[in-house]
């Protein structure tokens, strides 16, 4: 019998309020001098039920590690996303006292169609993720090889005055330790 490892924990969305979990990588030091992002955003996959006017998810974590796994918490309700932090260490999920309020604009473009391009890493990770705050459904890139650069790009499509949430995980120098 195989044995599974990981860890996994619930949480409880209200009727109308949609949460997805992003767990945050440190790329390799050797990755990020090649010109990669610092910090890559993995998002966790999980299983939901429902119940009442509630619904109950448990996420999974694959590789925890020792010294914790950092989470960004995204909750969507009613055009606007509450952004918590969160950590995963031993078997406790530790989640910000004080969550951040987002709003955000609907983007307006006379185009159909808007493209956004962005770089990807050699593991084929991105720093930034893009979210229909809808269905709090991530949008999905369309690869590309650009060979001027000799890089691996990625585009997406974009709905005119359509909402979307993007977001990236950066270090802020001036609170490094």
Do not use: C, W
């Not at 009727?15 to 990588?25: A, D, G, L, M, P």
């Not at 974590?61 to 309700?77: R, T, Y």
């Not at 609907?106 to 770089?119: C, G, R, W």
Request: no cysteine.
């Amino acid at each position: 019998m195989e044995s599974l490892q990981g860890k996994h924990f619930s949480i409880t969305d209200p009727k109308n309020v949609n949460t997805v979990i992003y767990q945050v990588n440190k790329t390799d030091k050797k990755e990020v001098l090649n010109g990669a992002p610092k910090f890559t955003l993995e998002r966790l996959e999980y299983a939901e039920e429902l119940r009442d006017n509630a619904s109950r998810k448990t996420f999974f974590v694959d590789d925890p590690k020792d010294e914790g796994n950092q989470l960004v918490i995204l909750s969507f309700a009613n055009n606007k996303v509450v952004v918590n932090m969160g950590v995963l260490q031993d078997d406790k999920v530790k989640i910000s006292k004080k969550p951040m309020p987002v709003k955000f604009d609907t983007l307006y473009s006379e185009n159909e169609t808007v493209f956004k391009e962005f770089k990807y890493t050699p593991n084929l990770q991105r720093p930034i993720s893009i979210i229909d705050p809808v269905t709090a459904e991530e949008i999905k890139p369309t690869l590309f090889f650009d060979k001027e650069t000799n890089e691996v790009k990625g585009k997406i499509a974009l709905e005119p005055q359509k909402p979307y949430f993007a977001f990236e995980i950066r270090e802020d120098k001036k609170f490094r330790t």
